[in-house]
């Protein structure tokens, strides 16, 4: 049954996801259409969203800015969310991550992790906490986490002009957009467990890559 209401995009950086794209994709609430990015999957993740009623785009360029940016010149609704298909996330979250920014509330509204038990990785952990205290200090917002959920209008989200193509692309979103002056807040939301093998912060490796463009992003702004 659909509901009424403005549909919103739903943009889901993907690769080799495809232990976790059934249960993801199945939970998807109404008026929420999911748009897969493949950055280059070689598990069958394309064909299985595909199957599953999901919008596929394929971005051969390897990195989390490369796919997040495809998804979002890909959507058509007037809004536009953003979030990981890992089953990390619950996507029933997305109605509050997006309810406020559809009732013109706020204009960018960040979903802050909350991890269940040990789920998040310390170092993970320690780097999201340096880097969004480093960005509060510097723009004086109240913003604990750097998170991939998040509901924007995909217009205004389109002339931040974003140009980060790696990790560093999330925060040059909330950079751009305090910049310009939106109205930015975060809400508490569930972080579990993922489903299959973690290829960027479940890393030492990805969180020390992330934490480096993301400061690449916090200096050249």
């Not at 785009?57 to 990195?63: A, I, Q, S, W």
Request: charged share 25%; with cysteine; aromatic share 6%.
């Amino acid at each position: 049954m659909t509901e009424k209401g403005p549909g919103i995009d739903v943009v889901l950086p993907c690769l080799n996801e495809a232990a976790a794209l059934p249960r993801v994709l199945a939970e998807f609430p109404a008026n929420f259409r999911p748009i897969v990015v493949d950055n280059g999957s070689i598990d069958g993740s394309a064909a299985i969203a595909r199957a599953l009623g999901a919008t596929v785009v394929f971005e051969p360029r390897t990195g989390f800015g490369w796919a997040a940016h495809a998804g979002l010149l890909a959507a058509t609704s007037d809004y536009v969310a953003f979030c990981d298909c890992d089953g990390s996330m619950g996507v029933e979250d997305l109605r509050r991550v997006a309810a406020p920014v559809l009732a013109g509330r706020t204009d960018l509204m960040l979903g802050r992790q909350w991890p269940a038990g040990g789920c998040w990785p310390s170092h993970a952990r320690l780097a999201n906490a340096v880097l969004a205290r480093r960005l509060r200090r510097r723009l004086d917002i109240s913003i604990h986490d750097l998170g991939p959920m998040r509901v924007a209008s995909r217009q205004r989200l389109l002339a931040l002009d974003l140009q980060d193509r790696r990790s560093g692309y999330p925060l040059e979103m909330v950079l751009k957009a305090a910049r310009a002056g939106w109205r930015i807040e975060e809400i508490r939301v569930a972080y579990q467990p993922r489903t299959g093998r973690s290829k960027v912060t479940g890393t030492v490796r990805g969180t020390i890559t992330a934490v480096i463009d993301m400061s690449r992003q916090l200096r050249s702004r």
